[in-house]
């Protein structure tokens, strides 16, 4: 009697549904209250053609972005406010002058100038960067590797735009 007890028992804890070991989950179901008030993630914007920019001025840089942006005939539409476009076009530059220890030492292609710029495109809304790009130039002149760095950054953007980057 006692064995068929034992196998009953062991039976019963098997079931589903008992209390003995069934799986009930202890998280509790969110209530409708509960879900409309949880933070829905935001879809980041895409840098699609015709899409208006503003581009942060960088002493007088900004202006070179925008002509090269012209002259690669980047799909945009530039915006001179800032409220009126959902996203901005911030750059950073560096340069450094010509030495005459770097021409002795490294010859004569390394005595002009050399210029780090970094961009980016950052949605306006979300704060998403949405494309971002770095080049190294060494020109002779300043003002040819302002140029040369602007028109290099409006190439990969055009080409981003046209294959469709990810978003972000």
């Known amino acids: 009697m006692r064995n068929y007890f034992f196998r009953f028992a062991i039976a019963l804890c098997l079931l589903p549904g008992t209390s003995a070991f069934s799986q009930q989950s202890t998280v509790p179901t969110p209530t409708p209250a509960q879900t409309a008030a949880a933070p829905t ?58 030495s005459m220890a770097r021409g002795v030492l490294l010859g004569s292609n390394f ?14 809304k979300t704060g998403v960067v949405v494309y971002s790009y770095d080049v190294h130039k060494f020109e002779s002149h300043m003002e ?14 055009k080409n981003f735009m046209i294959q469709g980057g990810p978003a972000a």
Request: hydrophobic share 40%; glycine share 4%; charged share 25%.
């Open 41 to 98: 993630p935001q879809i980041p914007s895409r840098l699609v053609p015709g899409s208006i920019v503003y581009i942060v001025p960088n002493q007088g840089y900004e202006i070179a972005i925008s002509a090269a942006i012209a002259k690669k005939k980047v799909p945009l539409v530039i915006s001179e406010k800032e409220s009126a476009a959902p996203f901005r076009i911030e750059s950073v530059t560096i340069f450094k002058k010509p």
């Open 111 to 124: 005595t002009g100038y050399e210029m780090d710029a970094s961009f980016r495109v950052v949605d306006v």
């Open 144 to 157: 040819d590797n302002v140029r040369s760095t602007s028109e290099a950054f409006a190439k990969r953007l």
